[in-house]
């Protein structure tokens, strides 16, 4: 089955760690997402790639580093630089539309994370 | 103003009744408008997809586009308890490699069944 993969489901980190989420994809997309959701907030957008081995800040990207070094994979590293990092986190990753030019997203099941 | 403005509900409906769900949106080059259906802890999936202006049907869901108005809906006939979700819009300007390609997406509007 085609789809998007985030590892693990439940993740608890103690004050001062970094931590990393895991993405992987086997649709043979592109371009790859980080999300952030808090409650009340809606999705906002961490980093995302188009192309492997590049990569661009989104909207609140302080305190969070990624890779792209495989087509299939988009890692998520929480640093201790990351003020409030309590939250779920989403991946996703887009296709073309047909006959269109802009990016149709699906996502994966998330990651919860907690800071103790 | 926010590019993007959803009202975040909840919105508590019987079972059978028609929902409408809405957004608005200020920036005038969004073209590609897209509904996600969100459960509890779960990742969001794409519902509904709409370009430009128009309605679009898809079994007891029709997503309808309005740029002059710059407002969205997305409708759900016969609603049932299995549709209490989160339900996210999402819009981009389209572009498929810039950044104007990334979509922007509304908070999201609680929307609970009753049987």
């Known amino acids: 089955d085609g789809g998007i993969t985030q590892s693990p489901k439940y993740l608890f980190r103690k004050e001062g760690q970094n931590v990393t989420l895991s993405c992987e994809q086997n649709l043979n997309h592109d371009a790859m997402y980080w999300y952030r959701q808090d409650p009340g907030q809606g999705l906002r957008l961490i980093y995302y790639s188009q192309i492997v081995n590049d990569f661009q800040k989104g909207d609140i990207a302080e305190g969070y580093s990624v890779s792209r070094e495989k087509k299939e994979s988009f890692p998520l590293t929480v640093t201790s630089a990351q003020k409030n990092p309590t939250a779920f986190y989403l991946c996703?990753?887009?296709?073309?539309?047909?006959?269109?030019?802009?990016?149709?997203?699906?996502f994966g099941p998330g990651t919860r994370l907690t800071v103790l | 103003q926010k590019e993007v403005e959803q009202d975040p509900g909840p919105l508590s409906v019987p079972e059978g009744a028609i929902v409408s769900l809405n957004c608005t949106y200020s920036n005038s080059a969004f073209q590609y408008f897209m509904w996600y259906r969100q459960y509890s802890r779960k990742g969001p999936e794409l519902l509904m997809y709409?370009?430009?202006?128009g309605n679009k049907e898809d079994g007891r869901f029709t997503a309808q586009v309005d740029k002059s108005s710059k407002y969205i809906s997305l409708f759900i006939r016969d609603s049932q308890p299995s549709d209490s979700a989160t339900y996210l819009c999402a819009m981009s300007a389209g572009t498929y490699g810039g950044s104007q390609g990334n979509l922007i997406f509304g908070k999201g509007t609680k929307l609970s069944v009753k049987p």
């Open positions: 996703a990753s887009s296709i073309r539309l047909a006959g269109g030019l802009t990016d149709t997203q699906y």
């Open positions: 709409t370009y430009s202006s």
